[in-house]
């Protein structure tokens, strides 16, 4: 376990799948956090009373990636509620799959609004909060470097953005001691990515470990970012994908 103990985290997207195990694992590491989601309240709630139960504080705002106003509001809510924010996990995203003549714009635009403009808002925001030394670790894709099947226009547009993003950041930010880290996952099992099936076999075949990841496995590598012992890491866009494609 790393030690977060006095940290306060913000987890966007943080109700299910990847981001709810980043939440829980901060705040096992001993940071108060804060999740935002879109839709599920249900879903958001349960990851806050897991939290509490394991003896953490959790809060859960709800906040559209795609809103500026919603996203800044959920920064302010964190802080207000929370004592101050030291640790921005830009996981909140979308993806829209289709071959390039079909994929509608509107689509895309959602695309672009949620994964990049909403990191974009998201980290500007937080910033301004943040002592130095604070953390920002994005959640990108490995499919911003690797298409291994048609349709990723969209996704891998806005994931290339993002690792283009965080190295600006990173020099933007690093005089003030804010490490800004890039997260590239492969496959991991989640509801929307199920590891079984056809696809999931298919993926698995391209793989130099022939597996999915667990989201712990996500959850474990922002935590060591998230830490002290992370500190001298910015600017990187790191793959966390069982050797995906090699």
Same mark, same amino acid.
């Given at each position: 376990m790393t030690? @977060?103990?006095r940290k306060v985290a913000l987890v966007t997207g943080g109700s299910r799948g990847i981001g709810a195990a980043i939440a829980k694992r901060l705040a096992a590491d001993g940071a108060a956090v804060a999740i935002t989601y879109t839709a599920s309240s249900e879903k958001a709630d349960a990851v806050v009373k897991a939290i509490e139960a394991d003896g953490g504080k959790a809060l859960a705002i709800q906040a559209d990636a795609a809103d500026p106003a919603q996203v800044k509001a959920a920064v302010a809510r964190t802080v207000e509620a929370l004592g101050g924010l030291d640790i921005l996990v830009n996981n909140a995203g979308v993806l829209a799959l289709g071959p390039i003549g079909e994929l509608a714009l509107e689509d895309f635009d959602r695309t672009l609004a949620v994964n990049v403009r909403g990191v974009?808002? /998201?980290s500007q925001e937080a910033q301004r909060h943040m002592k130095d030394g604070g953390r920002i670790i994005n959640i990108g894709s490995v499919n911003s470097d690797i298409a291994p099947f048609p349709g990723l226009t969209a996704y891998s547009a806005s994931k290339g953005a993002v690792a283009a993003l965080t190295i /600006? @950041? /990173? $020099?933007?930010l690093g005089p $003030?001691?804010?490490t800004v880290n890039n997260l590239q996952p492969g496959p991991v099992d989640t509801d929307m990515n199920p590891a079984a099936g056809d696809f999931a076999d298919t993926l698995r075949g391209i793989m130099a470990l022939g597996r999915y990841g667990h989201a712990d496995e996500i959850a474990g590598l922002v935590a060591y970012l998230a830490s002290d012992q992370g500190g001298y890491v910015t600017g990187a866009n790191l793959r966390i994908d069982g050797g995906f494609g090699l």
């Open positions: 030690d @977060l103990k974009f808002v /998201a /600006a @950041l /990173a $020099r933007e $003030r001691g804010i």
